[in-house]
């Protein structure tokens, strides 16, 4: 009995390369990367090119706080060549299996640990924000770490200089498209804390949030609504921001005690869809980019 399981364990743990989302197919003996989130999963395909399979643990539209693996996605963590997360808290739910990846002595890249981490803040609260993607400057800084911790792991890229390229491309774009809001229009309203890069990056006001921490896993209180409700009715807000894999309920509550019209719009902020504009990292922020420069200019 004992070779038949571990024949079947052993196919089960080859399978994962091919279902898994970003993989490549299996039977293939390149190099592993495991991604914890699909935004990271896509730079970091890009970045390697066709010299290492990719497996992503987040399925599209998840939310990268909550989402859990399997049992067999985890025990295939602990066998990658490298592990790839974001980190600053972000993964919350697979958090203890790249743990225990690292203590099997798998190598693991920390995207928070090569960018100029900010912090969410609130009256009450603070921590650091995990949402650096939102800032293509600072993706920049962990292509660069990436690059050299694929090398110093076995895996030569194939597509760090071109990826590289196309974020600076992204910046300047996007910097071109927000220079026509006017100045008393820089202000964001999402559903938590997702855009402080982005706002660090491109002269915005965090306005405040619907959920007032940097997680979707808090829940606000009436007086954190009403709170905010005052503090959007004083800055003339036109729109409140809500992620994809976010129901907006919270913001269409909030929407509903502003004595004044405020559009929700939602946006891909946390996750790449399976189709469409936000499928890639830098379709994404392109589609994200368009979405605030035309809430933001609603009268």
């Keep these: 009995m004992r070779p038949a399981r571990l024949g079947i364990a052993l196919a089960l743990a080859a399978g994962l390369v091919g279902t898994t989302a970003g993989c490549s197919s299996a039977g293939s003996d390149r190099p592993v990367v495991a991604v914890t989130t699909n935004i990271l999963g896509d ?3 890009e970045v390697v090119g066709d010299t290492a ?4 643990l987040m399925p599209p539209g998840a939310d990268p706080h909550s989402f859990e693996v399997s049992a067999q996605e985890a025990a295939r963590l602990r066998s990658a060549d490298l592990v790839v997360e974001n980190g600053l808290g972000l993964e919350e739910g697979v958090a203890r299996h790249v743990e225990a990846a690292a203590s099997d002595g798998v ?10 981490a900010l912090e969410w803040t609130t009256e009450d609260d603070s921590g650091p924000d995990p949402h650096l993607w939102t800032d293509p400057a600072r993706m920049v800084d962990v292509v660069e770490a990436l690059d050299d911790a694929l090398r110093a ?3 030569e890229p194939s597509g760090t200089d071109a990826y590289l390229d196309e974020l600076t491309t992204l910046d300047t774009e996007m910097s071109e498209a927000f220079a026509g809001i006017p ?3 820089r202000a964001l309203v999402t559903n938590h804390h997702v855009f402080g890069y982005l706002a660090d990056r491109y002269d915005f006001r965090v306005v405040g949030a619907v959920i007032p921490s940097g997680t979707t896993l808090a829940s606000p209180s009436a007086a954190d609504l009403r709170d905010l409700a005052a503090a959007i009715d004083e800055a003339g807000v036109p729109t409140i921001f809500a992620d994809l894999s976010q129901p907006a309920r ?3 509550v909030l929407a509903d005690e502003v004595d004044v019209h405020v559009e929700i719009r939602s946006l891909a902020t ?3 869809t399976d189709q469409g504009p936000a499928s890639t990292y830098l379709g994404m922020m392109r589609s994200n980019t368009d979405a605030i420069v035309a809430g933001l200019s609603v009268s």
């Design 270 to 272: 946390e996750s790449l």
């Design 153 to 155: 792991n076995g895996i």
């Design 53 to 56: 399979d990719v497996m992503v």
């Design 183 to 185: 100045d008393e229009r």
């Design 107 to 116: 190598p693991v890249f920390t995207a928070g640990e090569h960018v100029d």
């Design 250 to 252: 919270l913001a269409e």
């Design 43 to 45: 730079v970091v395909t």
